[in-house]
């Protein structure tokens, strides 16, 4: 079985400050990584994807990751958050060729302070 | 609309009572997803269907919970015997297709059980 840890369950950070949000994961088979954000009573938003090729990825919002195989890690970051970017945050896995639904950290509350 | 869609956004029922959440999955999405959110904590996945076949079972906590999805489009999760345990929210996630393809989640029903 897999696992997912977010070692941070809140994040505060000033705005206009970068920001990373760590993400491990244990799995004995590969995986495809993905990297969620939840604003307050709505569903998940995903926002960006790992599935091969190059590890450093591109998400939306201005969001990037890098997955990193030796430290089985798969952190999110971004160079400058804003107010807007207050939220939850969610890393999940999903098994290669096994069952699809997504196995989800705990999430980490980004708090972006003015 | 363009987004999955699931009804109502928030339930209270009295413990022991019955209750049926609804999904609307996006159109022409093969796969669908139900997962549990307890309060503060990530989602669990509860169970997965491709078109009208209910394939991974196997996050159903108990034989209360019943899935089905019987036209391969919309989605039913019920409860029977409701216990107060089963407090959370519900989101439903659909996908045109297998493990890589990114799921798209609805804005989830509240389930409070008194």
């Known amino acids: 079985a897999q696992s997912v840890t977010q070692l941070d369950s809140q994040v505060p950070v000033f705005e206009e400050a970068p920001v990373e949000l760590r993400c491990n994961y244990s799995s004995s088979v590969s995986v495809y990584l993905f990297w969620y954000v939840q604003y307050p009573n709505q569903g998940l938003q995903l926002l960006l994807k790992y599935l091969s090729g190059s590890t450093l990825v591109k998400g939306i919002n201005g969001f990037e990751a890098e997955f990193n195989k030796s430290q089985t890690s798969f952190h999110l970051r971004k160079p400058s958050v804003h107010i807007s970017d207050t939220a939850e945050y969610f890393c999940a896995v999903s098994v290669l060729g096994g069952a699809d639904g997504l196995t989800f950290g705990k999430g980490t509350h980004l708090i972006i302070q003015p | 609309g363009a987004g999955v869609s699931q009804s109502p956004r928030y339930k209270v029922a009295k413990r022991g009572q019955d209750v049926a959440l609804r999904c609307d999955p996006i159109?022409?999405?093969?796969?669908l997803f139900w997962y549990q959110q307890a309060l503060g904590q990530g989602p669990e996945f509860l169970t997965y269907?491709?078109?009208?076949?209910?394939?991974?079972k196997s996050g159903l906590p108990s034989d209360r919970f019943f899935a089905e999805r019987p036209e391969g489009s919309v989605s039913t999760l019920k409860i029977q015997r409701t216990q107060q345990e089963d407090s959370a929210v519900y989101l439903c996630a659909s996908s045109l297709g297998s493990g890589f393809q990114p799921q798209h989640f609805g804005d989830g029903t509240r389930l409070s059980i008194l």
């Open positions: 269907f491709q078109n009208e076949a209910q394939l991974d």
């Open positions: 159109s022409g999405h093969v796969s």
